[in-house]
């Protein structure tokens, strides 16, 4: 192991490299390293030509991740999990065709390396059947740039699979907390484990070299060797990451509470105020059930703990996060991906092997459009690719699927209180649609496989059944034709329209803890 500079690593990425990155959003990732790789490529043209690839999201939307690669001609082609953080300059990149991208789900590109690692045919998944990932719809090409097939529709044992052969590795950037003189690393400080490890096995596995960024170096012997989750023997190089450049998330320097190195009192979190977003995980809180694993996806779903610890019941729930999260309240905004008083961390491909096996009961996720066979869109908008992240995975193999999010979108204002929802402002975008942009979830094909689909929002509950999407409640306060039928791109299944309960819309709530007991008792 050799201890280098930032501006050093530029001579150590060949032209036309293929260029494997660690992290998730800004957490674990070795943003001082391509910083370095920036500053070479405009003094003097080089590296170019790159290939990157990430199994998430990498940058914070603004200055970090992604943007320091968003030259013209510095990468040529970019794959990754989710693109919602890659930051205006790359997503223009990509939606213009200057360059190549592609996406496919987190947790295949996860799993995908360990085959790298191994030196097998590749990866074999059913996850990513019948959605935009299918070669037969589009193959996960993102724009008419695409020059290859880099999943393919095979048949084995008589099934179909995708297959995914997996790249040959150049260069492996990761990021550590330690690194002692022998580069053995440990991620200490870290709220997530992710793939660093399996990333560093693929590199040495291609015959490629790995870059750590760590904070600091310390004698060789001096790390307990259950705490190295990267051993000396698969690093090349390191790379001293100042504190501005090794951000524990988008928005912390670093919380103890984030990486298990102290618990906070629950009561501590500030609760959700009354509006659209409080309704809808109020009432998707419903349908949670004591004891069963539940993941949450980004937005309104991650507000879901901060409605069961408002209502005492924090402690009825098991909760997880694709990144390798179980136990614990799962963080919001700028620290989603991490979790405060996480009773767990494992490394993403395992969270993903629990979850494609079928480890989770329920999982509660976004909504963004939704159409009449109810396949649900949370990856392309208006020709703007965003990309799936662990979404595919996740309602693949889950049994029950909450989708949660506001009816309309763009402006939408309500008032809430006194047990009833009033609209104010609606939204200029309609989100349940005659036909979704890009499908992310089949709803056809969940509903042949007997999944439970609900569809909740803050006016209007939706269920998927083998015929369509059915509505099942309103809200007080909301006219049917006016509020609801008006505004979607079909006319849903309608047997019994209930009333939401009045309940949810009141300032306080105090109903949870008596459903969740009595589900408890029905289960």
């Keep these: 192991m050799k201890i280098i500079k930032a501006d050093d690593v530029g001579s150590l990425v060949a032209d036309g490299a293929t260029v494997f990155l660690g992290g ?3 957490t674990s990732l070795a943003e001082e390293v391509l910083k370095g790789l920036e500053r070479s490529f405009l003094a003097s043209g080089h590296p170019r030509g790159l290939t990157t690839w990430a199994c998430g ?90 020059s290859e097939d880099l999943v393919r529709l095979v048949e084995f044992g008589g099934e179909e699979w995708l297959h995914y052969p997996g790249p040959k590795i150049d260069v492996a950037i990761i990021r550590g907390t330690l690194a002692d003189e022998n580069g053995n690393i440990t991620l200490d400080k870290e709220g997530m484990l992710l793939e660093q490890l399996s990333i560093a096995q693929a590199a040495r596995a291609c015959g490629g070299i790995v870059i750590a960024q760590v904070e600091r170096v310390v004698q060789a012997g001096s790390l307990h060797p259950k705490s190295v989750k990267i051993p000396g023997l698969l690093v090349d190089y390191v790379v001293l990451g100042r504190p501005e450049n090794h951000m524990q998330s988008i928005a912390t320097q670093f919380d103890p509470a984030l990486c298990g190195d102290v618990r906070v009192p629950l009561g501590s979190l500030a609760p959700m105020a009354l509006d659209e977003r409080k309704v809808i995980a109020r009432r998707a809180a419903l ?37 390798g999260i179980n136990g614990g309240v799962p963080a919001q905004f700028g620290d989603f991906g991490l979790a405060y008083n996480p009773e767990s961390i494992i490394e993403q491909s395992s969270q993903f092997d629990f979850y494609d096996g079928g480890g989770l009961d329920a999982s509660f996720l976004g909504l963004a459009q939704a159409d009449s066979r109810g396949n649900v869109n949370v990856s392309k908008f208006n020709g703007r690719p965003v990309g799936c992240g662990g979404f595919i995975n996740i ?41 979704v942009e890009q499908v992310t979830f089949n709803g056809h094909d969940a509903a042949q496989r007997r999944q439970d689909v609900l569809f909740v929002t803050e006016r209007a509950v939706l269920r998927l059944t083998t015929d369509g999407l059915e509505l099942t409640e309103i809200a007080p306060g909301i006219d049917l034709e006016r509020d609801v039928l008006a505004h979607m791109g079909f006319r849903p299944i309608m047997r019994d329209v209930k009333l939401m309960d009045a309940a949810l819309f009141h300032e306080r709530w105090g109903g949870l803890q008596a459903a969740l007991q009595e589900r408890r008792q029905n289960h």
């Design 24 to 26: 998730l959003a800004m």
């Design 395 to 435: 309602t693949r193999a889950t049994p029950t699927l909450v989708f949660c999010g506001t009816f309309t979108a763009g402006g939408l204002q309500v008032e809430v209180g006194n047990g009833r929802l009033k609209i104010v402002t609606e939204g200029k975008s309609r989100k349940f649609i005659e036909q």
């Design 57 to 146: 999201a990498i940058g914070n939307s603004g200055d970090g991740g992604m943007v320091h690669f968003a030259h013209p001609g510095m990468v040529r082609r970019v794959v990754a999990g989710h693109f919602g953080q890659t930051g205006k300059e790359m997503m223009k990149m990509v939606f213009d065709g200057e360059i190549e991208a592609y996406n496919f789900p987190q947790g295949s590109l996860s799993h995908m390396l360990r085959h790298i690692a191994a030196r097998t045919p590749g990866l074999l998944t059913k996850v990513g059947l019948g959605t935009f990932v299918d070669p037969r719809l589009e193959g996960g090409k993102l724009n008419v740039r695409c």
């Design 287 to 323: 349908e949670l059930t004591p004891g069963a694993v539940s993941n949450l996806g980004i937005g309104i779903p991650a507000g879901i703990p901060s409605i069961a610890a408002e209502e005492g019941v924090a402690d009825m729930l098991q909760l997880s996060i694709e990144s």
